[in-house]
């Protein structure tokens, strides 16, 4: 068994303005630069109490990495700060070599772009078809168009080919609503590789699927990670998933980083304090099954 300790932050500050800049860390595989770089975030909102305090996170090319943690944890708050969508109260945020404290103007939505997201709940336009669903990835690209006719031959063989990728490409002509929900998200997988992202975070991917669909799901997302060189955050709520499908576990207790190590030095023993009581140190069954 591992004992966890209180994870280090993975590196020391970066200077304000300009790409994100190359720091030491005990979890960076090979000599690759971090696509993303958290530094002792804090954030809260409105008058709240603080609901990240102190999280340090690198993301580096090629990995994927498991956030784990309670309900109330942070952990969609972790990933919202990565897209501009959680208030920082201090510490930076770097995605991509942009400082999301210090943006320009239309730089916000350039980092949005960027980020390919998964959701629990797949979040498809259920009354449009699959390969519409794809296409909406390449809105960015593509600017203010219709969505029925404005997409280029080459947007719509892109779409049909990350399709077949994800393994759907028969189903492209189908009502999204029509699909399983483990071919909902393979379809919003393939949208989210459309805007050719730089970064994908899934928000409990696998949350509304059954066992065999949750591992073909995550199989897959690791697949990206390592084949497009795409950094891969993925919540769970289901230990043994993350242990069998994370190269790095990410485990957040009341907002402050718990674990942070790689997946094959850690076991469940060592991710049960993640989930301890406060007045008892028990485990939270709940979170463990
Ligand atoms: N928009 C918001 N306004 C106020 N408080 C919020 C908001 N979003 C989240 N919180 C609070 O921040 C804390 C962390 O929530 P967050 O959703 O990040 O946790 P989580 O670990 O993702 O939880 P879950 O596993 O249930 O999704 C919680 O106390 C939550 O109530």
């Keep these: 068994m591992i004992a ?42 409105g008058t709240g109490p603080l609901v990240l305090d102190g999280v340090d996170l690198d993301l580096f090319p090629r990995e994927m990495v498991a956030l784990l943690g309670s ?64 296409l909406t990835g390449a809105l960015h690209d593509a600017g203010p ?19 077949d990728r994800v393994g759907i490409a028969h189903k492209a002509k189908d009502d999204a609503r029509s699909l399983s929900g483990g071919q909902q998200q393979r379809v919003a997988i393939a949208r989210a590789l459309m805007q050719q992202p730089k970064l994908i975070l899934a928000d409990e991917p696998v949350a509304s699927l059954d066992p065999k669909m ?8 690791r697949g990206i990670a390592r084949e497009d060189g795409i950094p891969v955050l993925v919540s769970l709520h289901v230990m043994p998933l993350a242990l069998e499908h994370s190269d790095r576990i990410i ?33 939270d069954d709940d979170d463990l099954v």
């Design 4 to 45: 966890p300790a209180k994870a280090s932050p993975a590196g020391g500050p970066t200077p304000a303005g300009g790409p994100a800049q190359h720091t030491q860390s005990t979890h960076e595989p090979g000599n690759a630069l971090p696509l993303v770089s958290v530094r002792d975030l804090a954030v809260a909102y």
């Design 71 to 134: 309900s109330g944890s942070g952990k969609s708050t972790l990933m919202k700060s990565l897209t501009g969508f959680a208030p920082i109260s201090s510490g930076s945020v770097r995605v991509a070599g942009y400082d999301l404290a210090n943006l320009r103007r239309g730089q916000l939505r350039d980092v949005r772009a960027s980020v390919g997201q998964v959701f629990q709940q797949f979040n498809l336009v259920g009354r449009l078809s699959v390969l519409t669903n794809v």
């Design 145 to 163: 168009i219709n969505l029925v006719g404005g997409f280029t031959s080459a947007h719509r063989k892109r779409a049909l080919e990350l399709l």
């Design 214 to 221: 949750s591992h073909q799901v995550l199989d897959l997302l």
């Design 251 to 283: 485990g957040l207790r009341h907002g402050e980083v718990l674990v942070s190590d790689s997946t094959e030095r850690l076991d469940e023993s060592a991710l049960e304090p993640i989930y301890a009581h406060d007045d008892e140190g028990a485990s």
